[in-house]
Structures are given as structure tokens and as C-alpha cells.
């Protein structure tokens, strides 16, 4: 994956007021052509949100945000989420589901976006408009758009993080020995953060800057089944152990809060010093933000999630509409079979240091920062 354009984007808070707009619906019945956009589909259409499952808070956080913003744009909500299972069946039972009673356009973050081929299928033979959102579909030509933060340069963010925690924490001078962890192998954005990361990390690694002792440097490697948290801690036990036992640990590259949690958790276990030790991380997970100012995790990624749907739900009332929808990037997203239009948001970097600035509009995280300053 190259190095995507970096998409600065303010959204405006007025985004859903603006996809009430109506017309009239080709081919659709009387009632449908009172409520329809010329060259789109009626304005209280049913709209599908196919999500993953409630493992993350923020794709908890999504599926209330799509429930309440399709609601008040005018729109018919049917917002599922698979189980927490590995299978993606129900998913796919889901989507499929979601063709059948007549949804104008689907969302997915896929549990498994190189599963989804059949389904997709059916939703094109049926005109039906699919948005994937946050996660890549790949392997298909059945993808309209894809919404999502820049996830290469999230991984940018995460591999400076590091190092920068490294020179702030680790109380010595390089090299410095870290390990390396990367998200679930089924999921697209897994690799992208991964290779994001590496595009600074390998560098480092290659002159003596960085010494990843366990040799585990491949995304395969490297890989969190599920994006577990007890996959993640496991693994860590075993790196610390087999490698570790008096040897320092100075930093680890986590792809996420939920997974930097579990990571953190194996090295007090084996009474390492966190506060010496740099733990990266994404999502802004309140527990994790709770930590950064604790002064144990290093780092996190905020990628707010009620810009990201505001974004899609903004892109929903342009196809509701007939307008042309709004992309920033058309050359990068290659699923394997197309280039997908994408429409990329800007992550932020968030340590303890730019707390305040980065969470000055997200009043329960702001409220945690105030409390532990």
C-alpha cells in the first residue's frame, strides 16, 4: 500500500439537516415519488449498517451514531453487528437480509472484508449502493466508496509515537529493544497500520536504532488473531519470558488501545517498569486515555468516530439525492480487483503532553484530562 493523500477535513455541524432534500424516485411507486430525489431513491429509504461486533467502543459508538443520524436525516435505520464470534456468517446472513427488504445502500465495516463477494453481488444485481466504512472490502468489484481515517499514516503517527517515547522514557540512549504487534490478519486495515508503522520503524531497525529481539518482525508474525485482548496479552507473556528475563524492554508497537491494555497488563506482570517502557496505541479508548495520563500507555490515535459517520451518512444524502459524492482520494484503495473512491479523515497523534488540545471537542475524554492534570 503506498502512502495515502493526507485528508484534512472539517465537517460541518449542520451535515444532517442537509440530506433532507427531495424529489422525485425513477420507477418508484406513489408514495416513494413524493419522498424521492431526482436520480436517487426515496428520502426515507432504508438504509443497512452491517458492523463487526461490539468488541471496540467504537464501533459501539458507531452503531448509536448511524442509528441516530440516519434517524435524523429522514432515513429508515437497520443497523446490525455480528457476533463476536470469527466466523462471518451472520454477516453475510445480515447483508444479505438487508438486500431483501429493499436497503438503498449498505454500510460495512467487515468482519472479514475478503468474505463478502457473494453478498455484494446480490446487493449490485438488486442497484444497491455499498459503502465501506472504515475497513477495506477487497476482492470484488462491488464497492462504490470506501470512508475511513488515513489508516497509512495512522501507522506513521504510531512508529513516531515510538520512537518518540523511546528517547523521552526509556532513560538511555539507543539502540533500544522493542516488539512488534499488528492487528487481526482478516481485517484490511491490519497490514495498512502495520506497513504505516514500518515505513518509519524499518529504518531504525536496519542501522541499530531499534533491536526487535525476538527477530518477530513479519506482519504474520506479528498478527493479533480477532483483535483479541487475551491473544495479545498471551503473546506478550511469551515474548517476555522467552526473551526477556533480565534483559530490558524499552517499547512495543501496539496497533490499538484495546490490544496496548492487554499489553501493558503482561509486562506489570512480569514487573517490568511501564513507566520506562513506550506502549502505543489507536482508538482513544477511555481506559486508555485514563492510562496516558497515568502515565503508563504512551500513546493513542484519536480518530473520531462522529466525524467518520457523520462523512458517510453526508455521502448517504448525496446518492440519496443523485449528486456526486464527495471523495478525496482515487488512487490508493486498491482491493484487488478496483480502485475504490475513498474519502479519508485526518487521524491525531494524542500523548499526555497535546491531551487537552486533541480531546478539546470530545467533552467526556476532555473531562478525564482535566481530572488527572
Known sequence: MKRLALAATALAAATALALTGCSSERGGTSAGDETAA?????????????????????????????????????FNPDVQYAPASNTVAEQQNQISAMVTNGAKVIVIGAKDGKQLGTQLQQAADAGVK??????????????DFYVAFDNFKVGQLQGQALLDGLEQRSGHAAPWNIELFSGSPDDANSGVFFNGAMDVLQPKI?????????????????????????NAQ???????????????IDGVLSPNDTLARAIITSINQAGKDITKI????QDSEVESVKSIMAGEQFSTINKDTTLLVEQTIKMIGQLQRGEEVDVNDTEQYDNGVKV??????????????????????????????????
Open 340 to 373: 475504490v473512491p475513498a474519502y479519508l479523515l485526518a487521524p491525531v497523534i494524542v500523548t499526555k503532553e497535546n491531551a487537552l488540545e486533541a480531546y478539546a471537542n470530545v467533552p467526556s475524554l476532555l473531562e478525564i484530562v482535566k481530572a488527572a492534570s
Open 278 to 281: 513506550t506502549v502505543t496505541g
Open 234 to 248: 498471551s503473546r506478550m507473556d511469551s515474548l517476555l519470558a522467552a526473551n526477556y528475563g533480565t534483559a530490558a
Open 130 to 143: 455499498i459503502i465501506a466504512y472504515d475497513r477495506l472490502i477487497e476482492n470484488t468489484p462491488n464497492v
Open 206 to 230: 536496519d542501522d541499530g536504532t531499534l533491536v526487535v529481539v525476538s527477530g518477530q518482525t513479519d506482519i504474520q508474525q506479528t498478527a493479533t488473531q480477532g483483535w483479541e485482548a487475551e
Open 38 to 74: 431526482a436520480g436517487g431513491f426515496a428520502a426515507d429509504a432504508t438504509i443497512g449498517v452491517a458492523l463487526p461486533d461490539k468488541t471496540s467502543e467504537n464501533w459501539v459508538l458507531a452503531g448509536d451514531l448511524f442509528t441516530q443520524g440516519l434517524k435524523d436525516a429522514g
